[in-house]
């Protein structure tokens, strides 16, 4: 796709131009984007977690909703609901806004497990089943959720369920002085998606996500994949590893990172890139591992998996 580098670069120089001093969170949030997966923004409120999410939303076009995660947030308000029409005498699915290309749920973990869980399908599936009948996601289809470090008050875990269907992890930080310097001079006068226009239509989206799954991968790779993935089961300090949906996942993301680095294959080094924001939230720590950091142990594991000789396009 000869137009893939000049899309992607446009998205990473769109959310850069508002989200200042996070380069590696812009390219975090595009790999999942093409990858087809969703991505989970966790960190403390305001540092930019709902604003990289507009702002990926506003790049590649298409429709936006919106989910403010409440406790009272009921599964119907996410998916829909079926209304009875009396002049039709038959009920009516009336869709919730799950029903969008970049579906935002702001503070997801301020919902309860069970509101919460009515996104594993459309996650998962890209559907809805509603009174027997199946209704599809439009196509790209992301979700972007952010959340609350656990600690804060009014918050609910999530499901390791509901982890394991997203894609990667980030967690934004404080920016640096300059970027907040630049930060306070830029946006100060108001919201910097005011009047801001798609840099790419949501069918070039579809187009970018479809490449990137032809993007090859060699069997000496997907070794790799399933080495770290069986090492994070196999670690005394892990109670929990990665799963099978996991390590597609991270396939998926590698095919993506190695499409951005301008190649057709992947490598090795594009399944570390993406290793610890893909990994590291779906791990259940032993509770004597002696670290809080799931990223630590995903890092361990990448120093102990032994790394295989780069290869080639078509090479088995």
Same mark, same amino acid.
């Given at each position: ?16 131009? *508002?989200?200042?001093?996070? @380069?590696?969170? =812009? ?5 999942? %984007?093409?990858? &087809?997966?969703?991505? /989970? ?31 009272? /947030?009921? #599964?119907?308000?996410?998916?829909? *609901?079926?209304?009875?029409?009396? =002049? ?6 009336? @869709? ?33 089943? =509603? ?27 999530? +499901? ?23 930060? /306070? ?6 919201? #910097?998606?005011? &009047? ?11 187009? %970018? ?10 069997? *000496? ?57 893909? %990994? ?17 142990? *995903?890092?361990?594991? %990448?120093?102990?998996?032994?790394? +295989?000789?780069?290869?080639? +396009?078509?090479?088995?």
């Amino acid at each position: 796709m000869e137009s893939f580098p000049q899309h992607t670069q446009a998205i990473l120089d769109r959310i850069n131009t *508002v989200i200042d001093g996070k @380069p590696e969170a =812009a390219r975090t949030a595009l790999t999942v %984007l093409l990858a &087809g997966g969703h991505l /989970l923004v966790e960190d403390v409120p305001g540092v930019g977690k709902t604003m990289l999410a507009r702002t990926l939303a506003t790049a590649i076009g298409g429709t936006v909703s919106r989910v403010q995660f409440t406790p009272d /947030l009921l #599964p119907t308000d996410i998916t829909g *609901v079926s209304v009875y029409d009396q =002049a039709r005498r038959e009920f009516e699915f009336k @869709p919730g806004p799950v029903f969008a290309n970049i579906v935002i749920g702001d503070e997801i973990n301020r919902a309860s497990a069970k509101t919460q869980s009515a996104l594993l399908e459309c996650m998962a599936e890209g559907q809805v089943t =509603a009174d027997g009948t199946t209704y599809r996601m439009g196509t790209p289809f992301m979700v972007v959720a952010t959340q609350n470090p656990v600690e804060m008050d009014g918050t609910f875990p999530l +499901p390791e369920a509901q982890r394991d269907r997203f894609t990667a992890r980030i967690s934004m930080g404080y920016p640096d002085a300059d970027a907040e310097m630049t930060m /306070l001079a830029d946006h100060g006068g108001g919201s #910097p998606l005011e &009047g801001m226009r798609p840099v790419v239509s949501v069918e070039d989206a579809a187009r %970018l996500v479809a490449h990137v799954r032809e993007v090859h991968v060699s069997d *000496v790779v997907r070794a790799y994949v399933v080495a770290l993935g069986r090492a994070t089961r196999s670690h005394p300090q892990i109670r929990l590893g990665a799963s099978p949906r996991a390590l597609l996942q991270l396939q998926a993301a590698a095919r993506a990172e190695a499409a951005l680095s301008g190649r057709e294959y992947v490598l090795p080094d594009d399944v570390r890139a993406v290793a610890v924001p893909v %990994l590291a939230h779906r791990l259940m720590l032993d509770r004597r591992a002696g670290t809080d950091s799931a990223e630590e142990l *995903v890092r361990a594991v %990448l120093d102990e998996v032994r790394v +295989p000789a780069e290869q080639a +396009p078509g090479t088995r």
